[in-house]
């Protein structure tokens, strides 16, 4: 999970020095500023990444049931691994999406409520809505809420 979000990590700072940008320049408030941007871009790619990791496993194995035409076949290793995988990966993905809304919460915050868009409000609050979803699906996996 580490490597995978240094991976997106670079590919959204090489992607956004060389693509978006299209200059070599460098100051201390554009390093920051950069930083800043594709830590938080990275975050939340990384925990939309582990949020489809944790339900692809679960649409291959019905696929796959559907094929053999029953549910009581075993699942291939690396299916089965996989599926016992799925909640640490939504764990993870619980983090980054914490990680990505505290990021984001500090950068909203230093804007006036004038500069604010209404397309930015809308964002932040389906934000936590969906934050919030997350949080009851992660609390209500662990095993000592749910029995």
């Known amino acids: 999970s ?17 693509c978006v940008q299209g ?9 920051i500023e950069t930083i800043d941007r594709d830590f938080n871009q990275a975050f939340d790619t990384h925990a939309i990444t582990m ?3 944790c339900y692809l496993p679960g649409v291959l194995a019905a696929y ?27 764990l993870l993905m619980l983090l980054s999406a914490s990680v990505h809304g505290c ?6 915050v230093d804007r006036t409520p004038a ?5 930015e409000i809308m ?4 934000g936590v809505l969906g934050f919030a979803l997350a949080v009851i699906l992660g609390i209500t996996s662990l095993p000592s809420v749910s029995s």
């Open 2 to 18: 580490f490597l995978l979000w240094v991976f997106l990590y670079l590919l959204i700072f090489l992607r956004g020095q060389t």
């Open 23 to 31: 200059r070599v320049e460098w100051s201390w408030e554009g390093i």
């Open 51 to 53: 949020l489809a990791a």
């Open 64 to 90: 796959l049931q559907l094929a053999r035409g029953t549910k009581y076949s075993e699942f291939p290793g690396w299916l089965d691994r996989w599926m016992k995988m799925r909640k640490y990966l939504g």
């Open 103 to 108: 990021l984001y919460l500090l950068r909203w």
């Open 115 to 119: 500069e604010r868009q209404w397309h």
């Open 123 to 126: 964002f932040m609050n389906a």
